[in-house]
């Protein structure tokens, strides 16, 4: 059984430039989730989705965009690029509503992300 | 103001002995879960273990439990025989009822590093 993946893994950009990460939930969770680590820090939420819609969000700018797919699977984007988006960025997905508030969310490996 | 408080940036502990690391929270909602992840160098972040607010006994998983005081709102979790591959960041995590639905927020602390000692 797959769990979260995400791509790319690592990624080099210029300032002002966008970028799009991707991920796949794990089989059979349709709630995807988005977070950025800096370095030293703990994640901090971007936002989330489900059935395709924007449901939450965290305390980021417009430039920080995102979609998901019929599959479940997401696209984070990030417009006009600055040094301060160099990041971890982390994608956690949760299964389906009724399965319990304990239930944890499982992470990919992360698409670590260098703006220079 | 800070809803997880990890205090310790760093603790160090000897090969199969027992450490604990520190969390206290800050919530309003009397419903929520307190979730603690391990985080090696490879970034993913793994689940290590649950506590409901409504928990009555304190959680255990293997060799991971949670210390769970809830009127003093902290959520210690401490790892007994500690294991060489144990060493990495461990964050803290609050997830709030919020809204219904799909509603999935966890807000992290700033993790501990703890590093085990042969």
């Known amino acids: 059984d797959a769990g979260v993946t995400q791509s790319p893994t690592h990624l080099i950009k210029t300032r002002g430039q966008q970028v799009t990460l991707r991920c796949s939930p794990k089989?059979?969770?349709?709630?995807v989730s988005w977070y950025q680590q800096a370095l030293g820090q703990g994640p901090q939420f971007i936002f989330q989705?489900?059935?395709?819609?924007?449901?939450q969000r965290g305390n980021f700018p417009d430039r920080f965009s995102g979609h998901q797919f019929p599959n479940y699977s997401s696209e984070l984007n990030v417009n006009a690029l600055l040094l301060g988006d160099s990041a971890l960025y982390l994608c956690?997905?949760?299964?389906?509503?009724?399965?319990?508030?304990?239930?944890?969310?499982?992470f990919g490996q992360g698409t670590r992300l260098t703006v220079v | 103001a800070q809803k997880i408080t990890q205090t310790q940036p760093g603790m160090f502990v000897q090969e199969k002995e027992a450490v604990t690391l520190d969390c206290t929270y800050d919530?309003?909602?009397?419903?929520?879960?307190l979730f603690w992840y391990k985080q090696p160098s490879s970034g993913e972040m793994i689940f290590l273990i649950y506590?409901?607010?409504?928990?009555?006994q304190n959680a255990t998983e293997g060799r991971y439990s949670l210390n769970f005081q809830k009127a003093r709102k902290s959520a210690n979790l401490v790892i007994s025989a500690s294991q060489l591959g144990d060493s990495a960041m461990y964050f803290c995590a609050m997830r709030e009822s919020g809204s219904g639905g799909s509603n999935y927020k966890l807000t992290f602390g700033k993790g501990t590093l703890l590093t085990v000692n042969p």
């Open positions: 089989s059979g969770h349709d709630t």
């Open positions: 506590q409901g607010s409504y928990d009555q």
């Open positions: 989705y489900y059935e395709e819609e924007e449901r």
């Open positions: 919530t309003s909602d009397p419903s929520y879960g």
């Open positions: 956690a997905s949760t299964g389906l509503p009724g399965q319990g508030s304990n239930t944890e969310a499982f």
